[in-house]
């Protein structure tokens, strides 16, 4: 899992500049050609001040002067103050911001008052301390439920009701545009000496499922979540004891090659198909062999393919025989994921398939292969006493096993 913070930001609203002064002797003393510079966050890029009001009050004579919209200037914000008269100021601002902060888009309103400002010709540089802006953390996986259900016959239902969901665990709006759903080339049952060996500068994959967008078109709120569903239908028609997935917010859809096949198509968006190694429908291992990770793509799909194949050669053995194999993948780079989890079963348990940077352990449903007491059951991601999910990167201590399914009621 990869964490991406958001910390002390918006971190000073200085005003600047050497007042120029004048006086007459039967009126006050005036400050002109001031200039209040809005510093902007630290840690991300590509800021813009979308909205902006704000106002100094003379706390003597209650006059109000409007601050002007500011101007950029450099990495900050520029308000130029015509002239103001000597004395003591209630000094207030708010107003919106938009950014990047590891490539995802996100926006906050801030808003920030100091009062009691002297404002003279001894005392011209004034400052506020603003600190509206203290995220933590980003998108992360928040519950996967792989396993699936059963009929009341007792029997597996193969009508695909698997999801994923992902949750804004910051303070601030985040955009889901281009954030993708990965699924692991490789198995956490099946140890290899893959060569070239990538696991320390990316994450190599069998699926790539991304949500669409125009960067900022799927807004979530802190602590809001999106449902990503196998099959967005109302599961619950063909198997009483399954889940109502028609109001997922988007859903994996496939076009099969195999026309007896076909994947139903519900009413939630479709996540753009970038790669999947099956021709058929894609679901999620419903003993959780694979691992699975959301990245925020870069680019274009065809650049992607172009520039990320992946072979992986290996030496497989068998008893006594041994012979030279090769995988033909694709890789994401281990800099574009923001999340990732591990999961296995602990009778097959052989490694994790993630840099440890991004997780250094698993977390499971089911004990032993094919263990029937694994379905209906989820992994879900613990959260502290203020309702934030632990991330420490290691599953193992982020997830709860062997959970209910929260959309399972």
């Given at each position: 899992?990869?964490?991406?913070?958001?910390?002390?930001?918006?971190?000073?609203?200085?005003?600047?500049?050497?007042?120029?002064?004048?006086?007459?002797?039967?009126?006050?003393?005036?400050?002109?050609?001031?200039?209040?510079?809005?510093?902007?966050?630290?840690?991300?890029?590509?800021?813009?001040?979308?909205?902006?009001?704000?106002?100094?009050?003379?706390?003597?004579?209650?006059?109000?002067?409007?601050?002007?919209?500011?101007?950029?200037?450099?990495?900050?914000?520029?308000?130029?103050?015509?002239?103001?008269?000597?004395?003591?100021?209630?000094?207030?601002?708010?107003?919106?911001?938009?950014?990047?902060?590891?490539?995802?888009?996100?926006?906050?309103?801030?808003?920030?008052?100091?009062?009691?400002?002297?404002?003279?010709?001894?005392?011209?540089?004034?400052?506020?301390?603003?600190?509206?802006?203290?995220?933590?953390?980003?998108?992360?996986?928040?519950?996967?439920?792989?396993?699936?259900?059963?009929?009341?016959?007792?029997?597996?239902?193969?009508?695909?009701?698997?999801?994923?969901?992902?949750?804004?665990?910051?303070?601030?709006?985040?955009y889901a545009d281009s954030i993708a759903?990965?699924?692991?080339?490789?198995?956490?049952?099946?140890?290899?000496?893959?060569?070239?060996?990538?696991?320390?500068?990316?994450?190599?994959?069998?699926?790539?499922?991304?949500?669409?967008?125009?960067?900022?078109?799927?807004?979530?709120?802190p602590g809001e979540s999106l449902t990503?569903a196998i099959n967005a239908i109302n599961?619950?028609?063909?198997?009483?004891?399954?889940?109502?997935?028609?109001?997922?917010?988007?859903?994996?859809?496939?076009?099969?090659?195999?026309?007896?096949?076909?994947?139903?198509?519900?009413?939630?968006?479709?996540?753009?198909?970038?790669?999947?190694?099956?021709?058929?429908?894609?679901?999620?291992?419903?003993?959780?062999?694979?691992?699975?990770?959301?990245?925020?793509?870069?680019?274009?799909?065809?650049?992607?393919?172009?520039?990320?194949?992946?072979?992986?050669?290996?030496?497989?053995?068998?008893?006594?025989?041994?012979?030279?194999?090769?995988?033909?993948?694709?890789?994401?780079?281990?800099?574009?994921?923001?999340?990732?989890?591990?999961?296995?079963?602990?009778?097959?348990?052989?490694?994790?398939?993630?840099?440890?940077?991004?997780?250094?352990?698993?977390?499971?449903?089911?004990?032993?292969?094919?263990?029937?007491?694994?379905?209906?059951?989820?992994?879900?991601?613990?959260?502290?006493?203020?309702?934030?999910?632990?991330?420490?990167?290691?599953?193992?201590?982020?997830?709860?096993?062997?959970?209910?399914?929260?959309?399972?009621?």
């Open positions: 899992m990869r964490k991406n913070i958001f910390r002390s930001a918006l971190m000073l609203l200085a005003v600047s500049a050497a007042f120029v002064s004048c006086s007459k002797d039967d009126g006050p003393t005036i400050v002109k050609n001031g200039t209040v510079t809005l510093e902007m966050p630290i840690n991300v890029s590509d800021v813009v001040l979308n909205s902006f009001s704000g106002t100094a009050t003379n706390v003597q004579s209650g006059k109000v002067t409007t601050l002007t919209t500011p101007t950029k200037n450099g990495n900050n914000y520029v308000i130029t103050i015509p002239e103001l008269e000597e004395g003591s100021y209630n000094i207030s601002a708010k107003g919106n911001i938009s950014f990047l902060k590891g490539g995802v888009a996100g926006t906050t309103d801030f808003e920030v008052q100091n009062n009691g400002v002297s404002v003279s010709e001894k005392s011209n540089t004034l400052k506020m301390a603003v600190n509206s802006f203290q995220a933590e953390g980003g998108f992360v996986i928040s519950e996967i439920f792989y396993t699936g259900t059963t009929t009341p016959e007792g029997k597996q239902y193969s009508g695909g009701d698997g999801y994923m969901i992902i949750t804004n665990n910051s303070d601030v709006t985040l759903v990965l699924e692991s080339q490789f198995l956490t049952t099946d140890k290899q000496d893959y060569t070239p060996d990538v696991m320390n500068e990316a994450f190599s994959v069998e699926a790539v499922y991304m949500i669409p967008g125009s960067g900022t078109s799927v807004a979530v709120a990503l599961h619950k028609e063909a198997n009483a004891n399954s889940i109502d997935l028609s109001n997922a917010d988007f859903e994996f859809y496939d076009v099969s090659s195999n026309p007896n096949i076909t994947d139903p198509d519900g009413k939630a968006p479709n996540l753009d198909k970038w790669y999947c190694y099956t021709a058929s429908i894609f679901g999620f291992h419903n003993r959780g062999y694979h691992s699975y990770a959301i990245a925020k793509m870069q680019g274009d799909k065809e650049t992607w393919l172009k520039d990320y194949a992946y072979t992986a050669e290996y030496t497989f053995t068998f008893n006594e025989y041994s012979f030279p194999m090769s995988t033909d993948t694709y890789k994401v780079p281990n800099s574009w994921i923001l999340d990732a989890v591990n999961l296995s079963v602990e009778s097959e348990f052989q490694w994790i398939v993630t840099a440890a940077s991004l997780d250094a352990g698993w977390t499971y449903c089911g004990k032993v292969d094919r263990d029937q007491t694994r379905y209906n059951k989820s992994v879900i991601r613990k959260q502290d006493a203020n309702g934030k999910y632990v991330d420490t990167n290691n599953s193992t201590n982020d997830f709860t096993p062997e959970a209910q399914p929260s959309l399972l009621k």
